[in-house]
């Protein structure tokens, strides 16, 4: 796992023990141990009187090393000698060798403190930070909780409440906030920071200031009843805000145990719990997407060529409605000037008014000062023609989903734009192929399909076809990461790989309630299963125009494998979209609140009468497993598809562009992953159970029957035939698939 620590000790008998492991000085089982032969190095020189634990380059410590937990989980390491023991780094390391040391120890922090970096901070008998500083203990995004006693100090250092609040939204607060607490002692500026924390050592041991053991401080820990009060308070928020996790109570019962029994059971507690909650699967989900994450922006053939990203500056966005208001709105925020583009004042008006709506939204949440608004707004201006467009590096197309439009905006932006500007379409389903066929501008055109609202939701999928050239797929990745989203690059076909994997989702709703099943049961039971809303829910919120002309897409190109359905044409005659018109599958009132229709069952019966399809009893009496299933399965069949097609690279971009985009719960790993966790074989058998009886629409593909003959995972690591397809030239490996 590699890293070390280093120790160096100055004439003012002060010793400096550095923790070093590249990039952000992670805490592996190698640092910690050398952490502790520091400690004890340093306890039994005769020269040195006190301690200074700091980070090399400006970063304490970002964490215990999460790329060793997958050995953990296994039970391969830590499992011998002294380092198999109950709560070795929590009470050997940090309570009975770094604060029970009789020579007083000060951490110095700069930059990140996070996880075990903290706790190992909180261990240490002073704090001092500076002012950027970012101190937390996120480990519950992981599905464990602190586990080097995390969960008893901080409550001690900064109160109950606080210290709920900071572990169960993994938040973490700079150094102010964090002197303002009590977190830390002293804010100093980052060249100070060793030279006064030298001597904040020397005073401790001079008795000039106290000399504290955080683990047994009770003044900022309020008395058992009220204690209690404040816990079952936080257990009632986290059963509400997370009804399917189980580590945010696990955690709150470790702190409780420490508040009622003392620290060290405390301790113990926390080193049991942390145990079973590592071998989770929700753990197991969370570092998945953890790694998954950090993994989209390597893309073989493309990352690994040398390219640097070119410097964009200035973007055009076409189109000022709710999706080109949102992506002007990311580029602002982050410092690009952006031209906004209307057919006429009226829309260019409404177009930078809601930009100015987003940021205004921002200034009264206190994410963004007034000047700053100003400084924002500055940076963004409209337009009528494309006169400006010959200096823009790139331009972002966000018109409606209209074929020809799209291709005659694009044949424009080939006359106005100068020939290294990147092309670039919102287009959330159609063919790029298709969208460019006029121009000559091929390896320049690239699709930035941003997730409404785009300057909130976190996904950007970046979309190259085969003759896009890997420096356009480099400039955007770069773009991707400077307006803060996370890039996932995907190949080009209908759908790409959103909404291409998530089109059966809907259409598998919409099967179950023209036999028989309830729309309220089924969203109340994909909601239940963890995503932010129902398919019905959802298609009221994005609009039936949108809906219809998304669905007619994957009707068109897909038509051996779409479930065809006239429910929501039927309620667009009837003057119903949705959530705008305060009628869809649901009713609005002015707060925009859902509540149930009565009047939709005969839009329903009006539906199975055009389609011939006769209610079954059973579909009324469908278990919310079976709901599940039933729309979830067509979802991981579909993904399937995409994966063996090489749409994506790696399964887990598919995980990551199902969780950012489409909301799929984060701690069930992405929708292969989750897919992984029930089973190639029985997901296949059921599909193929249900296209027997309801149709091709449950077929499985010959990917997943491959995958389920062999009993083997959906993601194929290490097959021996591999897909092979072509970008600009060079063969790229892109999906691993079957003899």
Same mark, same amino acid.
């Given at each position: 796992?590699?890293g070390t620590?280093?120790?160096?000790?100055?004439s003012?008998?002060? *010793?400096?023990?550095?923790?070093?492991?590249?990039?952000?000085?992670?805490?592996?089982?190698?640092?910690?141990?050398?952490?502790?032969?520091?400690f004890?190095?340093a306890?039994q020189?005769? !020269?040195v009187?006190?301690?200074?634990?700091?980070?090399?380059?400006?970063?304490?410590s970002?964490?215990?090393?999460i790329?060793?937990?997958?050995?953990?989980?296994?039970?391969?390491?830590?499992?011998?000698?002294?380092a198999?023991?109950?709560?070795?780094?929590?009470?050997?390391?940090?309570?009975?060798?770094?604060?029970?040391?009789?020579?007083p120890?000060?951490?110095?922090?700069?930059?990140?403190?996070?996880?075990?970096?903290?706790e190992?901070?909180?261990?240490?008998?002073?704090?001092?930070?500076?002012?950027?500083?970012?101190?937390?203990?996120?480990?519950?995004?992981l599905?464990?909780?602190?586990?080097?006693?995390g969960?008893?100090?901080?409550?001690?250092?900064?109160?109950? *409440?606080?210290?709920?609040e900071?572990?169960?939204?993994? =938040?973490?607060?700079?150094?102010e906030?964090?002197?303002?607490?009590?977190?830390?002692d002293?804010?100093?500026?980052? !060249?100070?920071?060793l030279?006064?924390?030298r001597?904040?050592?020397?005073?401790?041991?001079?008795?000039?200031?106290?000399?504290?053991?955080?683990?047994?401080?009770?003044d900022?820990?309020?008395?058992?009843?009220?204690a209690?009060?404040i816990?079952?308070?936080?257990? *009632?928020?986290a059963?509400?805000?997370?009804?399917?996790?189980?580590?945010p109570?696990?955690c709150?019962?470790?702190?409780?145990?420490?508040?009622?029994?003392?620290p060290?059971?405390?301790?113990? =507690?926390? #080193?049991?719990?942390f145990?079973v909650?590592?071998r989770s699967?929700?753990?197991k989900?969370?570092?998945?997407?953890f790694?998954?994450?950090?993994?989209?922006?390597?893309?073989?053939?493309?990352?690994?060529?040398?390219?640097?990203?070119?410097?964009?500056?200035?973007?055009?966005?076409?189109?000022?409605?709710?999706?080109?208001?949102?992506i002007?709105?990311?580029?602002?925020?982050?410092?690009?000037?952006?031209?906004?583009k209307?057919?006429?004042?009226?829309?260019?008006?409404? +177009?930078?008014?809601?930009?100015?709506?987003?940021?205004?939204?921002?200034?009264?949440?206190?994410?963004?000062t007034?000047?700053?608004?100003? =400084?924002?707004?500055? $940076?963004?201006?409209g337009?009528?023609?494309?006169?400006?467009?010959?200096?823009?590096?790139?331009?972002?197309?966000?018109?409606i989903?209209?074929?020809?439009?799209?291709?005659?905006?694009f044949?424009?932006?080939?006359?106005?734009?100068?020939p290294n500007?990147i092309?670039?379409?919102?287009?959330?389903?159609i063919?790029?192929?298709?969208?460019?066929?006029?121009?000559?501008?091929?390896?320049?055109?690239?699709?930035?399909?941003?997730f409404?609202?785009?300057?909130?939701?976190?996904?950007?999928?970046?979309?190259?076809?085969?003759?896009?050239?890997?420096?356009?797929v480099?400039?955007?990745l770069?773009?991707?990461?400077?307006?803060?989203k996370?890039?996932?690059?995907?190949?080009?076909?209908?759908?790409?790989?959103?909404?291409?994997?998530f089109f059966? #989702?809907?259409q598998?709703?919409?099967?179950?309630?023209?036999?028989?099943?309830?729309?309220y049961?089924?969203?109340?039971?994909i909601?239940? @299963?963890?995503?932010?809303?129902?398919? @019905?829910?959802?298609?009221?919120?994005?609009?039936?125009g949108?809906?219809?002309?998304?669905g007619?897409?994957? %009707?068109?190109?897909?038509?051996?494998?779409?479930?065809?359905?006239?429910?929501?044409?039927?309620?667009?005659?009837?003057?119903?979209?949705?959530?705008?018109t305060r009628k869809?599958f649901?009713l609005?009132?002015?707060?925009?609140?859902?509540?149930?229709?009565?009047?939709?069952?005969?839009?329903?019966?009006?539906?199975?009468e055009?389609?011939?399809?006769?209610?079954?009893? =059973?579909?009324?009496?469908?278990?919310?497993?079976?709901?599940?299933?039933?729309?979830?399965?067509? %979802?991981?069949?579909?993904?399937?598809?995409?994966?063996?097609e090489?749409? *994506?690279?790696?399964?887990? !971009?598919? !995980?990551?562009?199902g969780?950012?985009?489409?909301?799929?719960?984060? #701690?069930?790993?992405?929708?292969?992953?989750?897919?992984?966790?029930?089973g190639s074989?029985?997901?296949?058998?059921?599909?193929?159970?249900w296209?027997?009886m309801? +149709?091709?629409?449950?077929?499985p593909?010959d990917?997943?029957?491959?995958?389920?003959?062999?009993?083997?995972?959906?993601?194929?690591?290490?097959s021996?035939?591999?897909?092979?397809?072509?970008?600009?030239?060079? $063969?790229?490996?892109v999906?691993?698939?079957?003899?």
């Amino acid at each position: 796992m590699g890293g070390t620590t280093t120790i160096s000790v100055g004439s003012d008998g002060v *010793a400096i023990i550095t923790i070093i492991n590249p990039p952000v000085n992670s805490l592996s089982f190698d640092v910690l141990n050398s952490l502790k032969e520091s400690f004890d190095q340093a306890l039994q020189r005769d !020269d040195v009187k006190a301690i200074v634990v700091t980070g090399a380059k400006g970063k304490f410590s970002g964490g215990f090393d999460i790329s060793a937990f997958g050995a953990l989980q296994e039970g391969k390491a830590m499992t011998t000698g002294l380092a198999s023991k109950p709560g070795y780094v929590s009470i050997d390391i940090l309570s009975d060798t770094v604060e029970a040391a009789k020579k007083p120890s000060v951490a110095a922090i700069d930059g990140l403190a996070l996880g075990g970096g903290l706790e190992v901070a909180m261990a240490c008998h002073a704090r001092i930070a500076t002012s950027t500083a970012q101190l937390g203990l996120p480990e519950l995004q992981l599905g464990i909780i602190p586990g080097f006693g995390g969960t008893q100090r901080l409550p001690r250092l900064v109160g109950l *409440a606080k210290a709920l609040e900071m572990m169960l939204t993994s =938040k973490p607060v700079r150094g102010e906030e964090a002197h303002n607490l009590g977190l830390v002692d002293a804010i100093v500026p980052g !060249d100070k920071l060793l030279e006064n924390a030298r001597q904040l050592a020397l005073d401790i041991l001079a008795r000039r200031k106290p000399w504290v053991s955080s683990l047994y401080r009770t003044d900022k820990i309020e008395p058992l009843g009220e204690a209690r009060e404040i816990l079952n308070f936080a257990r *009632a928020q986290a059963r509400r805000q997370a009804p399917n996790l189980q580590h945010p109570q696990v955690c709150i019962d470790v702190i409780e145990e420490g508040v009622v029994s003392g620290p060290r059971a405390g301790l113990l =507690k926390e #080193y049991e719990e942390f145990q079973v909650l590592l071998r989770s699967d929700t753990c197991k989900s969370l570092i998945h997407v953890f790694f998954a994450q950090r993994g989209t922006t390597k893309v073989p053939g493309v990352t690994d060529l040398g390219l640097k990203p070119r410097q964009i500056k200035k973007v055009a966005i076409l189109g000022g409605g709710l999706m080109g208001s949102g992506i002007a709105t990311a580029l602002v925020l982050n410092g690009y000037e952006v031209v906004l583009k209307e057919v006429n004042q009226k829309f260019l008006d409404a +177009g930078l008014g809601r930009v100015k709506a987003n940021l205004t939204s921002s200034v009264k949440k206190g994410k963004l000062t007034q000047e700053k608004f100003e =400084k924002t707004m500055s $940076r963004l201006k409209g337009v009528l023609d494309y006169e400006s467009f010959k200096d823009m590096d790139m331009v972002i197309e966000a018109v409606i989903e209209n074929v020809e439009l799209k291709q005659q905006i694009f044949s424009d932006l080939e006359k106005y734009c100068s020939p290294n500007c990147i092309l670039a379409s919102n287009t959330s389903t159609i063919d790029l192929n298709l969208i460019g066929e006029k121009t000559k501008s091929h390896d320049r055109i690239i699709g930035a399909h941003f997730f409404s609202p785009a300057h909130v939701m976190p996904l950007l999928e970046i979309v190259r076809t085969s003759k896009t050239s890997p420096q356009t797929v480099v400039d955007l990745l770069d773009v991707g990461k400077k307006i803060r989203k996370t890039p996932v690059v995907v190949g080009n076909c209908t759908g790409f790989a959103v909404n291409r994997m998530f089109f059966p #989702y809907t259409q598998a709703a919409l099967l179950l309630v023209e036999r028989g099943a309830d729309i309220y049961k089924i969203d109340r039971a994909i909601t239940k @299963f963890g995503m932010p809303m129902g398919p @019905f829910r959802l298609c009221d919120l994005v609009g039936f125009g949108v809906a219809v002309a998304t669905g007619s897409q994957f %009707v068109f190109n897909f038509p051996e494998r779409t479930y065809k359905s006239m429910l929501i044409p039927l309620m667009q005659e009837d003057k119903r979209a949705g959530e705008t018109t305060r009628k869809g599958f649901y009713l609005y009132n002015d707060r925009r609140k859902a509540s149930p229709d009565p009047e939709i069952e005969k839009y329903i019966e009006k539906s199975r009468e055009i389609s011939g399809i006769s209610v079954e009893p =059973k579909f009324a009496k469908l278990s919310d497993k079976d709901i599940i299933e039933m729309v979830f399965f067509p %979802v991981v069949n579909e993904a399937c598809r995409v994966y063996a097609e090489g749409i *994506a690279v790696k399964a887990a !971009d598919l !995980d990551i562009a199902g969780v950012m985009g489409m909301g799929f719960p984060p #701690y069930r790993g992405g929708i292969m992953f989750w897919g992984d966790s029930i089973g190639s074989k029985y997901i296949y058998e059921r599909l193929n159970e249900w296209s027997k009886m309801y +149709g091709e629409f449950f077929k499985p593909c010959d990917y997943l029957a491959q995958r389920a003959a062999l009993g083997a995972p959906l993601f194929a690591v290490g097959s021996s035939k591999v897909a092979v397809m072509r970008w600009n030239g060079r $063969r790229l490996l892109v999906s691993c698939m079957l003899n």
